[in-house]
Nanobody
Framework: QVQLVESGGGLVQAGNSLRLSCAAA????????MGWFRQAPGAEREFVAG????????AYGDSVEGRFTVSRDNDKNSIYLEMNSLKPEDTAIYYC?????????????????WGQGTQVTVSS
């Protein structure tokens, strides 16, 4: 059974940083594209960031561009999200996503595999 397991969420003050991690399992499960979505209470899921296996292509949502950085460690079969200058509006459940083929998309339907999510809360 393939899994995406997120970690690193928590409570942080506005202006500070947080790093999320997502590990894909088993080792044979190596999605070509991995990324992050988030969902705030009462809102739709929103694309945050994504990256191809080789790291040659990255994409970011408009609301996080310049503050968040996505990276991968293919040896560890993992993807990371470095979140800087956090704002209260970044408060959401953050989901790790993956897909085996296609392009780096920003729609929920673009991704077949989803993690359970990790809560990020930014206090003002």
């Amino acid at each position: 059974q393939v899994q995406l397991v997120e970690s690193g969420g928590g409570l942080v003050q506005a202006g500070n940083s947080l790093r999320l991690s997502c590990a894909a399992a088993p080792r044979s499960f190596r999605p070509w594209i991995m990324g992050w979505f988030r969902q705030a209470p009462g809102a739709e899921r929103e694309f945050v960031a994504g990256m191809t296996w080789c790291g040659g292509t990255t994409a970011y949502g408009d609301s996080v561009e310049g503050r968040f950085t996505v990276s991968r460690d293919n040896d560890k079969n993992s993807i990371y999200l470095e979140m800087n200058s956090l704002k209260p509006e970044d408060t959401a459940i953050y989901y790790c996503v993956g897909r085996f083929d296609g392009c780096l998309g920003s729609r929920v339907d673009d991704y077949k595999y989803w993690g359970q999510g990790t809560q990020v809360t930014v206090s003002s």
